[in-house]
C-alpha cells in the first residue's frame, strides 16, 4: 500500500471509532439519553394490560419505572389537570411533569431536556404501533404540550 492510503485507511478507522465512541452515549436519533436511572411512576388501571406492556417499554429504556395500580384514575388525572381531550389509559408522573398515554421516549427525553413550563405531555387516544399498543404505526405521532393554564400545543411529531 502507498502511505497516503495507509494514512487515509488510518484517518477512516480513527473516524469510525470517534463515531462509534459518541453513539453509545447517546440515543438513536443522536440526541443524549436522558432516560438512564429517572424515576417515573406510571399510574394504571388494574385490568389494562397495554399499560404493562408500556411500563416495561419505560423500563427497557432507561427509566427507573414504579407502577401503581388503581380503580379510579380520576383522582390522579384531576391532580395533574389532566385535559379530557388528552386522557388516555395511563398517566406517567417525572418529576413535575405528566406524560399522558403511550408517548413515546423520544417526546419525554425531549421534554427533560428542554425543561419547557409545561405541566405535562400527552398523545391522546392510544395509537396503533405507539409504545405498549400492538399493530402497525399509521402515520405520525403527534405529541402535545399541555400548558399550566390548560391550554395545548403541539410539542413534536415522530
Not at 384531576?78 to 381531550?85: D, T
Amino acid at each position: 500500500m502507498k502511505p497516503n492510503i495507509k494514512l487515509f485507511t488510518i484517518l477512516l478507522l480513527l473516524l469510525g471509532l470517534i463515531i462509534a465512541a459518541g453513539c453509545a452515549s447517546k440515543g438513536t436519533n443522536g440526541a443524549a439519553t436522558f432516560s438512564k436511572g429517572v424515576a417515573v411512576t406510571i399510574f394504571k388501571s388494574i385490568t389494562c394490560g397495554c399499560c404493562d406492556l408500556y411500563a416495561s417499554y419505560m423500563g427497557k429504556k432507561g427509566f427507573n419505572v414504579e407502577v401503581k395500580q388503581t380503580d379510579d384514575l380520576t383522582p390522579i388525572k384531576n391532580r395533574y389537570n389532566v385535559p379530557s381531550s388528552m386522557e388516555s389509559c395511563h398517566t406517567t408522573v417525572i418529576g413535575e411533569y405528566f406524560v399522558e398515554g403511550h408517548v413515546p421516549v423520544e417526546a419525554i427525553e425531549k421534554l427533560l431536556a428542554e425543561k419547557p413550563d409545561v405541566a405535562g405531555i400527552g398523545m391522546p387516544g392510544m395509537p396503533s404501533g405507539s409504545p405498549g399498543m400492538p399493530g402497525a404505526k399509521q402515520g405520525q405521532f403527534i405529541i402535545y404540550s399541555i400548558n399550566k393554564d390548560g391550554t395545548i400545543n403541539e410539542f413534536m411529531r415522530i
